[in-house]
């Protein structure tokens, strides 16, 4: 969780935002302060579209948050929930950023490449698979993985 004062915090909080959808999810909340005082926020009619707006105009890919207005000791404060994403590594800025503890991060480049090749084996992984039988198969390879796993695995057949 990230508390912020305002929505004049906005542009931090798209980095948050990004760090969230990086690592664990997380909620972004403002009109708090870090000592967890409710102040609230003053809400108009663009407030939200404002708000997903600055996040979707500046992650890549793009987070979809949720946004909430929730009433909380007489005031109202902004709700933006992020969920980790399957489609990480996510840029704030162009920037990619991770959640550690309380504070966001810059990701390596190694770490940042890490989440890509996971990203791609997924994608790989997903992909559908076309009809086949035991023919399609080559039985020489069959009979080689056989062998093998039975001398990994003495006593399986």
């Known amino acids: 969780m990230e508390l912020k004062r305002s929505p004049a915090e906005l542009e931090t909080g798209v980095r948050t935002v990004a760090a969230f959808a990086n690592t ?5 909340i403002f009109g708090v302060r870090d000592s967890g005082e409710i102040i ?3 809400v108009g009619q663009t407030t939200r579209e404002r708000v997903v707006n600055m996040i979707m105009d500046n992650t890549d890919p793009v987070i979809y948050p ?8 007489g005031n ?17 800025f ?6 550690v503890g309380a504070v966001d991060a810059r990701m390596t480049r190694d770490e940042y490449e ?6 791609r084996q997924v994608e790989f992984d997903r992909q559908p698979v076309e009809e086949a039988t035991y ?6 390879k069959v009979q080689d ?9 003495p006593g399986t057949t």
């Open 114 to 119: 890490r989440l890509l090749l996971q990203r």
């Open 40 to 42: 609230g926020v003053t």
């Open 94 to 99: 162009g920037r990619a950023y991770r959640r």
């Open 76 to 92: 109202t404060i902004i709700v933006v929930t992020v969920e980790e994403s399957d489609n990480k590594p996510h840029l704030a």
């Open 145 to 153: 993985f056989l062998r093998r796993r039975q001398g990994a695995y």
């Open 135 to 140: 023919a399609d198969l080559d039985e020489g």
């Open 66 to 73: 949720s946004v909430e207005y929730v009433e909380a000791q």
């Open 24 to 28: 664990e999810g997380g909620h972004l």
